[in-house]
């Protein structure tokens, strides 16, 4: 029986983003493919949370490309960056999600109101499916009860979990991670692993910028290692981070393994 070809949800060429005289990615080129979860390690500096930040837009790229399902977001030709029109843009915007580090709840909105607020007003959608929907998500993150609370009055671990159920609302074809356990101390951390571990059970997309080794070994389709603005190594877990060929690779789990 063939083997059904996976649909590429990312495609990102020669990307290269510098702030001032700093060069902080340099020509980096990856591929998504749809059910695939990619962790990306590396040591603070090594251009992984700018890299996300520029697959969703949050920052202007210097050079390269990134298309999402097909449709190009950005490209550049003759040394121009030139970004899809405004509409095109909102449209391709809807491919994606990014759950940040420290949660970026609206702390004026209750749980409920953080996940409902943009599929009703930016996607315009039935209020009373994603008022349905959002009460099955904060049911799939534990929260049943915590629809009604306000963002100070939940621990980092529900506060993420809430983020998490937001980004899950908007039906993205790819979910990126920033770091999602970095605010968060070991008790909590470990209930965030354990709903990504059921989101990659379940086949979501998901690109995870983490320091947790442990989990990206047994959750990874693929690693990328970064440093220093470069991919410097990728592959399965099993061959970079438990044979790695790079000596940079090598020195950075050492280095973690340690800690």
Same mark, same amino acid.
């Given at each position: 029986?063939?083997?059904?070809s996976?649909k *590429?949800?990312? @495609?990102?060429?020669?990307?290269?983003?510098?702030?001032?005289?700093?060069?902080?990615?340099k020509?980096?080129? $990856?591929?998504?493919?749809?059910?695939?979860?990619?962790?990306?390690?590396?040591?603070?500096?090594?251009?992984?949370? *700018?890299?996300?930040?520029?697959?969703?837009?949050? @920052? %202007? =790229?210097?050079?390269?490309? #990134?298309?999402?399902? +097909?449709?190009?977001?950005?490209?550049?030709?003759? +040394? *121009?960056?030139?970004?899809?029109?405004?509409?095109?843009?909102?449209?391709i915007?809807g491919?994606?999600?990014?759950?940040?580090?420290?949660?970026?709840?609206?702390?004026?909105?209750t749980?409920?109101?953080?996940?409902?607020?943009?599929?009703?007003?930016?996607?315009?959608?039935?209020?009373? @499916?994603? $008022?349905?929907?959002?009460?099955?998500?904060?049911?799939?993150?534990?929260?049943?009860?915590?629809? !009604?609370?306000?963002?100070?009055?939940?621990?980092?671990?529900?506060?993420?979990?809430?983020?998490?159920?937001?980004?899950?609302?908007?039906?993205?074809? #790819?979910?990126?991670?920033?770091?999602?356990?970095?605010?968060?101390?070991?008790?909590?951390?470990?209930?965030?692993?354990?709903?990504?571990?059921?989101?990659?059970?379940? %086949? $979501?997309?998901?690109? =995870?910028? *983490?320091?947790? #080794?442990?989990?990206?070994?047994?959750?990874?389709?693929?690693?990328?290692? $970064?440093?220093?603005?470069?991919?410097? @190594?990728?592959?399965?877990p099993? !061959?970079?981070? !438990?044979?790695?060929?790079?000596?940079?690779?090598?020195?950075?789990?050492?280095?973690?393994?340690?800690?």
């Open positions: 029986m063939a083997e059904i996976k *590429t949800l990312l @495609e990102v060429k020669n990307l290269s983003k510098s702030f001032g005289d700093l060069r902080v990615l020509d980096i080129s $990856m591929e998504v493919e749809q059910s695939e979860v990619i962790s990306i390690i590396g040591p603070s500096g090594s251009g992984k949370s *700018t890299f996300l930040r520029c697959l969703t837009m949050l @920052e %202007k =790229i210097d050079g390269g490309s #990134i298309a999402y399902c +097909g449709e190009t977001a950005v490209t550049s030709e003759s +040394g *121009t960056v030139c970004y899809a029109a405004k509409s095109d843009l909102r449209r915007q491919y994606f999600g990014l759950v940040f580090q420290n949660f970026n709840l609206f702390p004026h909105y749980a409920l109101q953080n996940i409902t607020d943009a599929p009703i007003h930016v996607q315009k959608r039935d209020k009373q @499916e994603v $008022m349905a929907e959002a009460a099955a998500l904060l049911k799939k993150m534990g929260l049943s009860d915590k629809g !009604d609370y306000y963002p100070y009055q939940l621990s980092g671990g529900q506060q993420q979990r809430v983020a998490i159920a937001r980004a899950l609302a908007m039906k993205p074809e #790819i979910l990126f991670f920033d770091e999602p356990t970095s605010a968060l101390d070991p008790e909590l951390t470990a209930e965030i692993l354990k709903v990504l571990r059921a989101l990659a059970a379940e %086949k $979501m997309t998901m690109v =995870i910028v *983490t320091h947790e #080794i442990d989990f990206a070994r047994s959750v990874s389709d693929r690693v990328i290692f $970064m440093a220093d603005g470069l991919v410097v @190594e990728q592959g399965a099993a !061959d970079v981070i !438990d044979n790695p060929n790079n000596e940079r690779t090598k020195a950075f789990l050492r280095k973690m393994s340690e800690e």
